[in-house]
């Protein structure tokens, strides 16, 4: 299905808009922040995927993009994971940052 350039863009251009709103608004749960995080994540794929669609380059560089994003996705659940076990929850205001 073929889809039109200019409503890609200003879709991608719409995700970047509210994967940002959510990251600066939504603080409360480190779980939501690295949700959006994730979406920002998501939205650069999209940008650097067109980005390289237009000038006809090779996509192995996007492989190397989605490789380091699973690795900061991992470190994220693996942060998230160890705040969970030491604190009981993943409340952002909770935590007392000198017990780090």
Do not use: Q
Request: proline share 1%; charged share 5%; aromatic share 20%.
């Amino acid at each position: 299905m073929y889809f039109n350039s200019n409503f890609m863009e200003y879709t991608v251009i719409t995700m970047f808009i509210i994967s940002m709103f959510t990251f600066c608004l939504v603080f409360k749960h480190l779980l939501m922040t690295l949700l959006s995080m994730e979406f920002l994540v998501l939205t650069n794929f999209f940008l650097f995927f067109m980005f390289l669609d237009n000038y006809g380059c090779g996509f192995y560089i996007i492989m190397l993009f989605l490789t380091f994003s699973v690795c900061e996705a991992c470190l994220g659940l693996a942060i998230l994971v160890s705040l969970i076990r030491c604190h009981g929850n993943d409340m952002i205001m909770s935590l007392n940052p000198l017990l780090w």
